[in-house]
């Protein structure tokens, strides 16, 4: 690395490994909300359910409060009566495995492509069983199990082969996350999709508290059923309103992050294999890279130190695995994800990719003193 490069990292700001993009269409959005008589359960929620259903192509949209929210309403819907085993990839978020292990011992955690971090190979007789397929990075997969809750949090704007949006694919049901480092944010959020009425009634049953209203004429209006079991789950209408006016922009949200991962694929080092093969179609919530630290002869705690102190560049590791499995720790032990958001530009990426490479080479301390 050039050290006038070096020089300027070190003087410039720190480059987080993902950050929110807020407009000043976004806080009036918000302001309108904070200034109006309802700020939960109203008009605002319902129009930003209808506006995401609309965008990803699904039937139905039940907003939640948070991604965690949409997975546990997701399968707690369509668990129905009967216990059946979830199967879960080794490689995701703690939240996803949380949302079958409510279950009891019914999950089964499965391990994944070395190579990408998505479901590998299961038996055949499992085929019938139900998973949680995780958009890993984005990627977009069709899995065939008997019943697919999708873990969709990173892949808002991703695509699948035929070009059809994430989301529109539902058997029966996409979760989504709308946290700060995601495509679109509420600030906390998330949406389950649908295309069953019946499914969509039940998520909104559990979100509340397993209440249901008939308002039916001969009913008194405060009256409700309240048998069921559920949870607090709701969307603010605060939340709601920003992702609205966040939704709005999406397309340009999705066109500044997959040009700034072909801007990655142009300038890694041979030393970094990035995970996302298909920009075009992804998402680019995160860009994970696979390093071989080992054969390099450094450490990736030592490569993040590095980049942090040195360069103020943040670095990131998605995940660890939920059960040592030989695909997932092969991942995991190559796993490194730089920063990747739309406060970045071109010329951020390339200083990532230049410090990277630096950071990279084996260092002896006590050769350097000598």
Avoid at 246 to 264: G, P, V, W
Avoid at 345 to 366: F, K, M, Q, T
Wanted: one cysteine or more; hydrophobic letters at 40%.
């Amino acid at each position: 690395m050039k050290s006038s490069q070096s020089w300027w990292r070190k003087s410039a700001k720190p480059l987080p490994v993902s950050r929110h993009s807020i407009s000043e269409q976004d806080i009036e959005a918000v302001t309108r909300v904070l200034r109006s008589d309802s700020l939960t359960r109203g008009n605002e929620t319902r129009a930003f359910e209808e506006e995401f259903a609309g965008y990803v192509g699904a039937g139905y949209a039940v907003a939640c409060s948070s991604g965690t929210a949409a997975l546990w309403l997701a399968v707690h819907a369509a668990q129905g009566s009967q216990w059946q085993r979830w199967m879960v990839p080794a490689i995701t978020f703690a939240a996803t495995r949380n949302a079958a292990r409510d279950f009891g011992p019914t999950h089964w955690i499965c391990d994944v492509n070395p190579k990408t971090g998505l479901l590998a190979d299961y038996p055949a007789a499992e085929v019938s069983q139900r998973g949680i397929p995780v958009l890993y990075a984005g990627q977009a997969i069709s899995e065939s199990f008997a019943v697919n809750v999708y873990d969709a949090c990173h892949a808002l704007g991703s695509l699948y082969p035929n070009e059809d949006r994430v989301g529109s694919h539902n058997n029966p049901a996409t979760c989504f996350s709308f946290h700060p480092s995601k495509t679109i944010t509420t600030g906390e959020g998330g949406m389950v999709v649908t295309d069953d009425e019946g499914y969509a009634g039940e998520l909104r049953r559990f979100r509340d508290n397993g209440i249901v209203r008939p308002m039916l004429p001969d009913v008194e209006p405060w009256w409700y059923d309240n048998s069921g079991y559920g949870l607090n789950f709701h969307m603010s209408d605060i939340a709601a309103a920003l992702g609205r006016s966040q939704l709005k922009r999406i397309d340009e949200t999705l066109e500044r992050r997959r040009a700034l991962a072909r801007e990655y694929r142009r300038c890694l080092p041979g030393l970094a294999k990035p995970v996302i093969q298909s920009v075009d179609r992804n998402a680019c919530h995160i860009f994970p890279v696979l390093i071989d630290f080992d054969g390099l002869g450094v450490t990736r705690a030592g490569v993040m130190q590095r980049l942090l102190s040195y360069w103020k560049i943040a670095t990131q590791v998605h995940y660890i695995p939920l059960a040592s499995l030989p695909g997932a720790n092969e991942f995991y032990r190559r796993e490194l994800t730089l920063p990747l958001h739309c406060e970045m530009n071109e010329h951020d990426v390339r200083d990532v990719c230049d410090a990277l490479a630096a950071s990279c080479i084996a260092y002896d301390p006590g050769a350097a003193s000598a």
